[in-house]
């Protein structure tokens, strides 16, 4: 059974692995010196998924963006083009993945369709402290707030928050009102997503649709991959 990352390294198992064991991993930015070694060392036993990443393609799925599409985005929406077809009949689905970095990806029944890339809210919210010597924030706090005002913020703390949920709702708006050319379906991901999700909320989603908050993704998606690469390989 698939079991994610952090839960194998708690429990040690990675120290007794079997010889039936195959990882899928998508490791992107920094890894700990603990998860480099591991990763060198059965380096034979990581499946080769990026394989299957042609110039214009994903295995079956077309991909209009160029080869430097990152793995997580591109694992995840080759499983929401794999897993929701009769979803993407009538919606062009927005994967937002909140990290590190907030990536925006859209696919619809042609594929991948591009997306974009923004500040994760850790990161922008840090800039202000690194750059003007700001008080600190933490992403958490934005996703208790995400109420925009009435008027305009009167706290240093709540005018950095309210702009980190005005630069969320701009970039949600700017997708709703001028890409696509029918209904979207946003489904939001990764560690700061819940906050993403009632940004998209409080918008006028009239004729679009809001999946719930799936934490996830990522793994759900290696495991499917895993197990198109086994059946056809091992």
């Known amino acids: ?4 990352l952090e839960t194998f390294f708690q429990g040690q198992g990675h120290q007794n692995l079997g010889e039936d064991v195959w990882l899928a991993a998508s490791c992107v930015g920094h890894k700990s010196r603990e998860l480099s070694e591991f ?8 499946l080769p998924l990026m394989s299957w990443r042609e110039e214009d393609c994903f295995r079956d799925m077309p991909v209009n963006y160029a080869d430097t599409l990152g793995e997580d985005r591109l694992f995840q929406s080759y499983f929401l083009f794999k897993n929701q077809p009769r979803l993407l009949k009538n919606y062009t689905m927005v994967l937002v993945d909140a990290g590190t970095f907030t990536t925006i990806d859209m696919v619809g029944a042609d594929g991948h369709l591009g997306g974009f890339i923004l500040p994760g809210n850790q990161v922008y919210l840090d800039s202000f402290q690194r750059a003007a010597l ?16 009435e008027g ?72 499917y991959l895993a197990q198109e690469f086994i059946a056809e390989n091992l």
Do not use: C
């Open 1 to 4: 059974p698939p079991v994610p």
């Open 39 to 46: 990763l060198e060392t059965n380096k034979e036993r990581v």
């Open 134 to 149: 700001l008080p600190g924030t933490q992403a958490a706090d934005a996703a208790r707030q995400p109420e925009l005002t």
């Open 152 to 223: 305009p913020p009167a706290t240093t703390e709540s005018a950095i928050l309210m702009g980190l949920n005005l630069v969320m709702r701009g970039a949600y708006t700017y997708i709703d009102q001028s890409l696509g050319d029918g209904p979207l379906a946003f489904i939001t991901t990764g560690g700061h997503g819940q906050s993403h999700w009632k940004a998209i909320r409080k918008l006028d989603n009239s004729g679009n649709l809001l999946l719930p908050y799936n934490p996830h993704l990522i793994h759900e998606a290696l495991n």
